[in-house]
């Protein structure tokens, strides 16, 4: 299971977690570049507030060469 920064997590975390990366997969295949991927993923998850996270994901599936 994945593991939590404060509390266990249930299945049903897990659940949830992976529909969001399944969702993150989709909005990345959808978008032109990182910054198009994080204005669509802010603006499907406005509440998220781990936008160090989101930038690292952004140049997971954008990478600068």
Known sequence: MLSSH???????DVDTKIAYLEELKEIAKNSLNANDFKDKVKAKFP????????DMTAGYFFPQN
């Open 6 to 12: 404060y509390v266990p997590e249930t299945i049903k």
């Open 47 to 54: 509440a998220y507030n781990g936008l160090n996270y989101l």
